[in-house]
C-alpha cells in the first residue's frame, strides 16, 4: 500500500502506515533531513514543507495525504542557496544554532509566493507559525523585508 | 561536519612530543615533519607538515585549524580558530576548520579546568590568550625556517596573509611553499605576551568575519546529531519513570510489540525502552507502553509539592547558618559596606525551574560492540569530556573505549551539558540492550516529562 508522490522534482513512493507523519517520511526513509523536528504538534515550525505550493506542518501532515501530490522541502527550495530568502537570510545573518531556520525560510518563502510584498504587521501574523529559540526574530523580520525588496 | 576524519589526529598524537605552555594548556608540537600521512588527515591534500595538533598546513596552502568547543550558535566553531588565525596571520579563506578530537590535555577549556565542556560563555575567553600564543608559535616556527633556508636574520622577515616577506630582496614564501620544506622544533619557541599582535594590528579579529557553518543553515545541510543515520541502526524510544528514582512495575508487553516494526521492549533501570524499524513504530511503541505501565513509587519525588519546596529553598538561602546557602561570588566587604549605609533596600529575588526548550529534541545514536566492550556515540552536547564519561560508566568500561562524533547543536541552553547526560544513556543502553547501533529520539513532550530544568 504505497503512497506515491512527488518531491523536489523527483517521484517517489513510502510503505510507511497511511497514519505516518510525512515529515518522518521526508527525514529518515528520503532522507531529506533540511526538514526538522521540533514538536511534532504544529506549535513551532520546524518541519514546514510546502504541499502543492502552500506550506504545511509536516509533522501534521499524514503520509496519505499527499498521495499524488507535490511536496518541497527547503532541499527543492532552490539548488545553490540562490532563492531569495536564502540570499537575504544570509546577507542578514540569520541563524544562530540553525535548527528551526529550514521551517523559518519555507515559511518565509510561502509568504512571498503569496504577497511579494508584505507589511511589517503582514510578516509578523505569518511567521507567527515559527518559534525560534535563540531568537534571532528582529533578523528573521529584516531578511524577508530584504527578500521582498530584492527579489 | 565528518566525524569520521577525527579518528586520525588521536593516532597519531602518541609520536608526539608535548610541552606544557604557560596558559596551562598543552601544547603538542610534531617531532616528524615527514609525517605525510598525518597531514593528510589534518592538511587538505598530501604532503603537508603538521606544526602542531592544533593547526596544519598543506602544501596547497591550505591550513587546517582545530576547533575544541561545541557549536550552538554562538560562534565558537569560528571565533576559536579565527583567533589562532590572527597570530598565525593567515589567509581566512585558506583557512578549514576542523572538530578537534576529544584530547583534554591539548584541546581542554581552561575555565573548566581542562575539560572539553562549552558553557557559561567562557570559550572565547578562557582560550583566547592560549590560541593566540599558539598562532604565534606557528608563525615563528614558519619564519625561523625561511631564515634559515634564505640565510637572513630573521628579524628581516615579515608576514602577510599566510606570506612570508623578506623585504630587502623581495623575495616571498607562501605558507604551502615553506611547509613543503618545514623543519618542526622539538619545543614550541617561547613567546612572550609583548610578542603578540597589538589590537590595531588585527585583521581578523574585529571585523565582520562570516561564521563557517552559516551557508549550511539556509539550504537544509547543516548536520545535527538527529539527522544522521548509521548502517545497521534501528530505532530507539524510552518512556522514563514520572518521577526520578521511581522503577518501572508492569506493561502489556504483547501489546507493544503486536505493533508492526516493533522489534522488542528493554527494561532499564528508569523506564522502559522500545526497538523499532522505523521511527513511527518506535514512537507508537512508547505510547503503547505508557497505555499500561505501571511505576513502583520508589524514590524522593513522589508527593513532592514543588510550591513547598521553593518556600524551603527561600528559607535555606535567607539563613546564612544552613549548609546549602553559600556565596557564588564574593568581592570587598559587602556586609561592612551595608552596616555603614545611610538606606539600606531589600529585596528578595526568586527564579523558578524552566524548561530548556532547546529546538532539537534530544537524542543519540550508540554503537555498543557485541562484546559491550567499546562503544561509538554520535550527539550534540555541550560537554564532550562528560558524553564519554558518562558513556563509560554506563557500561562500566574504561573511557577510551569510547569515540564521541559530536555534531552541531539544535540548540542546548545548558541542557546538554548536565552531569547525567540521561539521553545519552538511553542511547547507549538501548543498543547494548539490541547489539546493534540505535538512534533514540525523544519526542517533545519526552523532553519536558524527563526534566532537567533550569534554575
Known amino acids: 500500500m504505497a503512497t506515491e508522490f512527488r518531491i523536489n522534482g523527483q517521484a517517489v513512493s513510502s510503505d510507511a502506515p497511511p497514519y505516518t507523519p510525512l515529515l518522518w517520511v521526508i527525514r529518515e526513509q528520503l532522507k531529506l533531513t533540511g526538514t526538522k523536528f521540533g514538536c511534532g504538534a504544529g506549535l513551532c515550525g520546524a518541519c514546514m514543507v510546502h504541499v502543492d505550493g502552500e506550506r504545511a506542518f509536516s509533522c501534521q501532515t499524514q503520509i496519505s495525504e499527499v498521495a499524488g501530490r507535490t511536496v518541497m522541502t527547503i532541499e527543492g527550495l532552490s539548488p545553490d542557496s540562490s532563492h531569495p530568502v536564502q540570499k537575504a537570510w544570509l546577507t542578514e545573518r540569520v541563524p544562530q544554532c540553525g535548527y528551526c531556520q529550514s521551517g523559518q525560510i519555507m515559511s518565509a518563502a510561502a509568504l512571498l509566493m503569496q504577497k511579494p510584498h508584505p507589511t511589517r504587521d503582514e510578516i509578523v501574523a505569518h511567521m507567527s507559525t515559527n518559534i525560534c529559540r535563540c531568537g534571532t526574530y528582529p533578523r528573521i523580520l529584516r531578511a524577508i523585508e530584504r527578500a521582498a525588496r530584492e527579489a | ?455
Open chain 2, 1 to 455: 561536519m565528518t566525524p569520521r576524519t577525527l579518528d586520525r589526529p588521536m593516532a597519531v598524537l602518541s609520536r608526539r612530543q608535548f610541552m606544557t605552555g604557560a596558559a596551562g594548556l598543552t601544547f603538542a608540537f610534531a617531532i616528524d615533519p615527514c609525517d605525510i600521512a598525518a597531514a593528510a588527515v589534518l592538511g587538505d591534500g598530501a604532503n603537508g607538515a603538521i606544526l602542531s595538533p592544533w593547526v596544519s598546513i598543506a602544501r596547497n596552502g591550505v591550513i587546517s585549524i582545530m576547533s575544541p568547543a561545541a557549536e550552538t550558535g554562538q560562534g565558537s566553531m569560528t571565533s576559536l580558530p579565527l583567533i589562532l588565525a590572527e597570530e598565525l596571520d593567515a589567509e581566512w579563506d585558506q583557512v578549514r576548520i576542523v572538530p578537534a578530537p576529544v584530547i583534554e590535555k591539548i584541546y581542554g577549556n581552561p575555565a573548566f579546568g581542562g575539560a572539553m565542556f562549552t558553557a557559561g560563555s567562557t570559550a572565547v575567553s578562557a582560550y583566547f590568550t592560549p590560541l593566540r600564543t599558539f598562532g604565534a608559535q606557528v608563525r615563528r616556527v614558519l619564519l625561523d625556517n625561511v631564515s634559515r633556508k634564505w640565510n637572513v636574520p630573521i628579524e628581516e622577515l615579515t608576514t602577510e596573509p599566510s606570506t612570508v616577506i623578506h623585504g630587502k630582496s623581495g623575495r616571498r614564501l607562501s605558507y604551502g611553499e615553506i611547509a613543503a620544506f618545514a623543519q618542526i622544533p622539538a619545543t614550541a619557541p617561547e613567546i612572550k605576551p609583548g610578542q603578540l599582535k597589538k589590537t590595531s594590528e588585527f585583521r581578523l579579529i574585529g571585523r565582520d568575519v562570516v561564521r563557517v557553518e552559516l551557508p549550511k543553515k539556509v539550504n537544509g545541510t547543516a548536520t545535527y546529531s538527529i539527522d544522521l543515520q548509521i548502517p545497521g541502526m534501528i530505532y530507539g524510544t524510552v518512556l522514563e519513570s514520572p518521577v526520578e528514582g521511581s522503577t518501572p512495575e508492569q506493561f502489556d508487553e504483547a501489546k507493544v510489540k503486536a505493533i508492526e516494526g516493533v522489534i522488542a521492549t528493554v527494561r532499564l533501570p528508569y523506564g522502559i525502552g522500545v526497538l523499532a524499524e522505523t521511527p513511527w513504530a518506535a514512537f507508537d511503541g512508547k505510547a503503547a507502553v505508557g497505555e499500561t505501565i505501571t511505576w513502583k513509587r520508589s524514590g524522593k519525588a513522589w508527593g513532592f509539592d514543588g510550591d513547598k519546596g521553593m518556600e524551603g529553598f527561600a528559607a535555606a538561602a535567607r539563613d546564612p547558618s544552613v549548609s546549602v546557602s553559600s556565596d557564588w561570588f564574593k568581592q570587598g566587604d559587602a556586609e561592612g559596606a551595608l552596616g555603614r549605609a545611610a538606606t539600606v533596600i531589600e529585596a528578595e529575588y526568586q527564579c523558578d525551574y524552566a524548561y530548556h526548550a532547546q529546538m532539537e529534541p534530544l537524542n543519540a545514536i550508540a554503537a555498543v560492540s557485541p562484546s559491550g566492550d567499546a562503544a561509538e556515540i554520535w550527539c550534540g552536547t555541550q560537554g564532550l569530556t562528560m558524553a564519554i564519561d558518562t558513556t563509560a560508566r554506563a557500561l562500566g568500561i574504561p573511557h577510551e573505549k569510547i569515540k564521541l562524533h559530536y555534531t552541531l547543536l539544535g540548540g542546548s541552553f545548558g541542557r546538554r551539558g548536565q552531569h547525567d547526560d540521561d539521553y545519552i544513556v538511553h542511547a547507549t543502553l538501548l543498543s547494548k540492550a539490541a547489539g546493534r547501533p540505535v538512534k533514540m529520539m525523544w519526542t517533545r513532550e519526552d523532553g519536558v516529562h524527563n526534566g532537567g530544568c533550569d534554575p
